[in-house]
Every structure is written in structure tokens, then in C-alpha cells.
């Protein structure tokens, strides 16, 4: 771990762009969870791993933050404008690939002036922006500063624990997603057919007790796959309402992942 720690990408070290990663994998969870709050009046979970409170594309998004923006860190206006650009190609590329891979779409733009395919859109890239300049000024500073307080020994051995839990996650995270992709095709095949599933494997069987419905349901709440599980199945997504908002903003999430269910079927 230490030889890993000690490497650099771009001048920067992968010690740092890891502890980066978490960090804004975590800021990003709080970023959605008030964001929805916010704007629909739900508390609801946003995570983008199963059993963890990280949201994966903010990490990404603050690494290349973090490595390709700081040459030019001393000019906000290019850290806007380029934290805007960086940040939306990994937004358009994360969803090209869940949908490409697993046939869901996670977030869905369409509905949303300027967009591209539904994947990006004008306001949002202005949002990343924004997130830009606050991870430059006010995320990069004190995490360096902590980093700097703690001892390399300690941190690298934390650092190494988390990483793996991450990768534990993302290795049942993909496999659910999979496994939920051939439950949602063999459920409506039974439906339509009339004919019944077949015997899962015993990968399968183990995702299966490992990630209970409710808790992939509520781990992505908003993706099209699980919106597909809901409907096939009858579970109910778990939040909290906190206003009138929430009953609209419900209405509206419903009907643009079902109209996105419908065209990835």
C-alpha cells in the first residue's frame, strides 16, 4: 500500500486523489439528500453503493477536480468553466456505461432544457460548476491540512481498510444489478407468458439474501431498473414526505423513470 500511496498521477499523489474520492463520494450523498429535500420535499437514500454512503460519480468528479484543475486553481473563472466541462463527461460517460451494462438509467435529463440524450444538461453542468469551485476552495485546502495532521502510518492503514470495503461494495453493487436485470427480464416474462422463472444460480442465490429487495429499492430509488422491479413486484420505496412538494415530486419521478423503463425495455 505504501508503494501505491507513494505514486502520483498528474504531480498529484494517489494518497491524496484517494482520500479525495471518499470524501466527495460522501459530500455527494448530502449534496443529492438536501438537493431532493430541497426540491421535492423527500428524504430519501442516495447512495451509489450498496451499504455505504458514498455517490461514486462525485468521487470521480473531485479527483479529476482535484488533478486537472490545479494549474489553473488560482483563476476561479477556469476553475468554473473546466470543472463544469470535466465534470459533465464523466456524468454523460458514468450513465452511458449503467445503461450500456445493466439496460437502467440512474438519472434522466429529457425533460430538461439544453440536454444531450437525457445523460447531461446545460443546468446541471452549470451546478457542476459550482461544485467545482467549492471542492477547489473549500474541500482541497482543509483535507490536505487533516491529511497533514495524521500520521502517513495511520492514514494509509485507514485508507486501506476503506478502500477495500469500496471495493467489496462495488463487487456486490455490479452483481446486483446484474442479477436484478434477469430478475426484471424473467418477471415480465412470466408475466406476459405465463411461464415461471428459471432456478436461479448460486451467485445468484447468494446476491439475492445478501441485497434483499427493499434494500437495493431503496438504495436507488430513482434508477428505471428498480422502478421496473417495483412495478413487477409491488415493493414500495421507503421516504419520508415533508410537504406537498413531496406528493408532486413523486408523481413526476414515477412518470419520467416508467417513461424511461418503457423505452429501455
Same mark, same amino acid.
Given at each position: 500500500?505504501?508503494?501505491?500511496?507513494?505514486?502520483?498521477?498528474?504531480?498529484?499523489?494517489?494518497?491524496?486523489?484517494?482520500?479525495?474520492?471518499? &470524501?466527495?463520494?460522501?459530500?455527494?450523498?448530502? &449534496?443529492?439528500?438536501?438537493?431532493?429535500?430541497?426540491?421535492?420535499?423527500?428524504?430519501?437514500?442516495?447512495?451509489?453503493?450498496?451499504?455505504?454512503?458514498?455517490?461514486?460519480?462525485?468521487?470521480?468528479?473531485?479527483?479529476?477536480?482535484?488533478?486537472?484543475?490545479? !494549474?489553473?486553481?488560482?483563476?476561479?473563472?477556469? &476553475?468554473?468553466?473546466?470543472?463544469?466541462?470535466?465534470?459533465?463527461?464523466?456524468?454523460?460517460?458514468?450513465?452511458?456505461?449503467?445503461?450500456?451494462?445493466?439496460?437502467?438509467?440512474?438519472?434522466?435529463?429529457?425533460?430538461?432544457?439544453?440536454?444531450?440524450?437525457? @445523460?447531461?444538461?446545460?443546468?446541471?453542468?452549470?451546478?457542476?460548476?459550482?461544485?467545482?469551485?467549492?471542492?477547489?476552495?473549500?474541500?482541497?485546502?482543509?483535507?490536505?491540512?487533516?491529511?497533514?495532521?495524521?500520521?502517513?502510518?495511520?492514514?494509509?492503514?485507514?485508507?486501506?481498510?476503506?478502500?477495500?470495503?469500496?471495493?467489496?461494495?462495488?463487487?456486490?453493487?455490479?452483481?446486483?444489478?446484474?442479477?436484478?436485470?434477469?430478475? &426484471?427480464?424473467?418477471?415480465?416474462?412470466?408475466?406476459?407468458?405465463?411461464?415461471?422463472?428459471?432456478?436461479?444460480?448460486?451467485? %445468484?442465490?447468494?446476491?439475492?439474501?445478501?441485497?434483499?429487495? !427493499?434494500?437495493?429499492?431503496?438504495?436507488?430509488?430513482?434508477?428505471?431498473?428498480?422502478?421496473?422491479?417495483?412495478?413487477?413486484?409491488?415493493?414500495?420505496?421507503?421516504?419520508? @414526505?415533508?410537504?406537498?412538494?413531496?406528493?408532486?415530486? @413523486?408523481?413526476?419521478? %414515477?412518470? %419520467?423513470?416508467?417513461?424511461?423503463?418503457?423505452?429501455?425495455?
Amino acid at each position: 500500500m505504501t508503494g501505491f500511496c507513494s505514486s502520483t498521477v498528474l504531480g498529484t499523489s494517489l494518497y491524496l486523489v484517494s482520500w479525495f474520492f471518499l &470524501v466527495c463520494s460522501f459530500l455527494g450523498v448530502l &449534496v443529492e439528500c438536501f438537493f431532493f429535500l430541497g426540491c421535492e420535499g423527500v428524504l430519501e437514500s442516495t447512495t451509489g453503493l450498496l451499504y455505504l454512503p458514498l455517490r461514486p460519480l462525485y468521487g470521480v468528479g473531485g479527483c479529476g477536480f482535484l488533478v486537472l484543475l490545479r !494549474p489553473v486553481v488560482a483563476q476561479p473563472a477556469a &476553475v468554473f468553466v473546466l470543472g463544469a466541462v470535466v465534470a459533465t463527461v464523466v456524468e454523460y460517460v458514468a450513465s452511458l456505461l449503467t445503461d450500456a451494462t445493466f439496460g437502467t438509467v440512474s438519472w434522466d435529463y429529457s425533460h430538461k432544457p439544453l440536454n444531450l440524450h437525457g @445523460r447531461i444538461c446545460l443546468v446541471y453542468s452549470l451546478c457542476w460548476g459550482g461544485l467545482a469551485l467549492v471542492t477547489m476552495y473549500g474541500v482541497d485546502s482543509p483535507l490536505r491540512d487533516l491529511l497533514g495532521r495524521l500520521p502517513r502510518g495511520a492514514g494509509e492503514d485507514v485508507l486501506t481498510v476503506l478502500l477495500v470495503l469500496v471495493l467489496a461494495s462495488a463487487v456486490l453493487t455490479l452483481a446486483t444489478l446484474a442479477r436484478t436485470r434477469r430478475r &426484471v427480464r424473467d418477471l415480465g416474462a412470466d408475466l406476459r407468458d405465463g411461464r415461471s422463472a428459471p432456478t436461479p444460480a448460486r451467485w %445468484e442465490r447468494l446476491v439475492d439474501r445478501l441485497v434483499p429487495d !427493499p434494500v437495493l429499492i431503496n438504495s436507488f430509488p430513482r434508477m428505471t431498473l428498480t422502478t421496473e422491479l417495483r412495478q413487477l413486484t409491488g415493493q414500495r420505496r421507503a421516504w419520508v @414526505r415533508l410537504g406537498p412538494r413531496a406528493q408532486r415530486g @413523486r408523481a413526476v419521478s %414515477e412518470q %419520467e423513470a416508467g417513461t424511461r423503463a418503457r423505452g429501455a425495455a
